[in-house]
């Protein structure tokens, strides 16, 4: 079995401040992890990804998580918040077990960018 | 070149009226899936396909849901005597291939809404 849990449903900083959204993971196997954001009227599109590699990954637009087995968390941050990085963003864990392709999402967070 | 694409992309259907909901996925992508995202919900994962063999359809809610992918690459979910409960967007995915190294690449969805 394989879930996530994204602590905060709605997170709102300052533009220019730093950005931290938080998700913690539970699954039998060992997990591969994703970030995913979605913007109004857009398909999902991936932000970064966790594959048993560096436990820090960088992904597109200035992003990036830290794969924590020993909290198991896989929390998104990023320096400096813009404007468009105004959007939902849902956390993702797929199993690593062979056949397992589907992916489990978290509820998300909603980040809001104040000017 | 061009993403997965889905039609129609609003559909409003009476209770009890049967849809269908169409997804082209990108050229080439063995593996396709459909996801059900309600209301300020993350997607749930509803049956996967590689190339022409439904692999895994745990995530199906009832027996009116039925998935199909006749050739390999065009994919059609069926809803039959639609119920409120259905109302949600439809997401599709596509993937070049199985494992974790490969990315699911989402399309825009289909927003069902019954009456």
């Known amino acids: 079995a394989q879930s996530v849990t994204q602590l905060d449903s709605h997170v709102s900083v300052s533009e220019g401040t730093p950005v931290l959204l938080r998700c913690n993971y539970s699954?039998?196997?060992?997990?591969?992890l994703f970030w995913y954001v979605q913007h109004p009227n857009k398909g999902l599109q991936l932000l970064l990804k966790?594959?048993?590699?560096?436990?820090l990954v960088k992904g597109i637009n200035g992003f990036e998580a830290e794969f924590k087995k020993s909290e198991t968390s896989f929390h998104l941050t990023k320096p400096s918040a813009h404007m468009s990085d105004a959007a939902e963003y849902f956390c993702?864990?797929?199993?690593?077990?062979?056949?397992?392709?589907?992916?489990?999402f978290g509820t998300g967070t909603r980040l809001t960018i104040i000017p | 070149g061009a993403g997965v694409s889905q039609s129609p992309r609003y559909k409003v259907a009476k209770r009890g009226q049967d849809v269908a909901l169409r997804c082209d996925p990108i050229?080439?992508?063995?593996?396709l899936f459909w996801y059900q995202q309600a209301l300020g919900q993350g997607p749930e994962f509803l049956t996967y396909?590689?190339?022409?063999?439904?692999?895994?359809k745990s995530g199906l809610p009832s027996d009116r849901f039925f998935a199909e992918r006749p050739e390999g690459s065009v994919s059609t979910l069926k809803i039959q005597r639609t119920q409120q409960e259905d109302s949600a967007v439809y997401l599709c995915?596509?993937?070049?291939?199985?494992?974790?190294?490969?990315?699911?690449?989402f399309g825009p969805g289909t927003r069902l809404t019954v009456t």
């Open positions: 995915a596509s993937s070049p291939g199985q494992g974790v190294s490969y990315e699911q690449y």
């Open positions: 699954s039998s196997y060992s997990p591969s």
């Open positions: 966790y594959t048993s590699a560096a436990t």
């Open positions: 993702v864990v797929k199993g690593s077990n062979f056949g397992n392709e589907k992916l489990t």
């Open positions: 050229s080439g992508h063995v593996s």
């Open positions: 396909f590689q190339n022409e063999a439904q692999l895994d």
